[in-house]
């Protein structure tokens, strides 16, 4: 009986951790997402429908916060119950700094949402060109290389 008291001490304690910090990356709070990672949170906790602390920054634009949860080892495809990954919300909202460092990390701009749409789709319906041209070229780099490699 002690046992299971103790695992679900641990796991409120987890879930209050991964809260906070998916909290202190929706404010952009970068100090912060620093402190609680460097307490055991866990970089790719999920919250409600799936959202991440990395989808909070990305969507919110705060790169300083990005960069922590990917140098803690976020993978930055995870998506939300609804396959929105943080560089389709980058994408979406023209935040530049998230998506080249989210590309820079590896992130997939053709990882499609589970209603067909990719970065490049995504950056388009929120009006972003920059953004759009940003995947554009990483894209073509992309390709650039797969070709060179072969």
């Known amino acids: ?16 951790r991964g809260a906070a910090l998916f909290e202190a990356a929706d404010r952009g709070e970068a100090d912060e997402v620093e402190r609680l990672l460097a ?4 970089p790719d906790w999920r919250g409600v429908a799936g959202r991440t602390p990395l989808l909070a920054a990305a969507k919110g634009g705060f790169v300083g916060c990005l960069d922590q949860l990917i140098a803690a080892g976020a993978k930055v495809d995870l998506a939300n119950e609804h396959g929105v990954a943080p560089a389709h919300l980058a994408a979406a909202f023209g935040h530049l700094d998230c998506l080249r460092a989210l590309i820079s990390a590896g992130a997939d701009t053709r990882q499609r949402d589970h209603s067909g749409r990719d970065a490049l789709a995504w950056a ?3 009006k972003h060109k920059a953004a759009a041209a940003l995947v554009k070229e990483a894209e073509q780099g992309r390709r650039s290389w797969a070709v060179a490699a072969v």
């Open 1 to 16: 009986m002690l046992v299971r008291y103790e695992e679900s001490e641990a796991t409120i304690k987890r879930e209050k």
């Open 39 to 42: 307490q055991g949170g866990e």
């Open 124 to 126: 388009k319906t929120g």
